[in-house]
């Protein structure tokens, strides 16, 4: 299941995040992320707590991935919000895109442990802006 869920968009998305705080490069260094990986990276109903949704994520490299961002809102949704006019963000970047309403979030930061036991700060957030790479 490759990214023509976007229709007439076949472009590559890979979403990072909100735009505050910074978040980590390393998914977007993998080219062909598909829909089934973003959605377990980054995408999850209501807020959750780090330290029990990261094992999931992190299981695929088999390492502690250093920062996540797990949206709570439907694909559908982020997608639009990614294909609205882009804004330039606050670390000059070109990539952030205004969503109608502000977005619930869960951050997660790694705060220690090694794999598979690694360990999580949990912060819920509300933004309004994405961090989306298209
Ligand atoms: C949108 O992105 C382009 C480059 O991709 C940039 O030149 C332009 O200034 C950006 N627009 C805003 C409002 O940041």
């Known amino acids: 299941m490759m990214l023509n869920l976007l229709g007439p968009f076949p472009l590559l998305l890979v979403l990072l995040g909100s ?52 949206l709570h809102d439907s694909l559908d949704n982020v997608v639009a919000t990614c294909l609205l006019p882009n804004r330039t963000c606050r670390k000059g970047q070109y990539n952030c895109h205004q969503s109608a309403n502000c977005i619930g979030m869960t951050y997660c930061c790694r705060t220690g442990g090694t794999y598979p036991n690694c360990r999580y700060s949990t912060t819920p957030q509300n933004q309004l802006y994405l961090h989306c790479f298209l």
Request: proline share 12%; aromatic share 8%; with cysteine.
């Open 19 to 70: 735009w505050e705080p910074v978040h980590p490069l390393d998914d977007w260094a993998q080219s062909s992320v598909t829909v089934q990986t973003f959605m377990l990276r980054h995408l999850r109903p209501r807020p959750v707590n780090c330290q029990t949704a990261m094992p999931r994520v992190n299981l695929q490299d088999k390492r502690c991935k250093p920062k996540n961002t797990f």
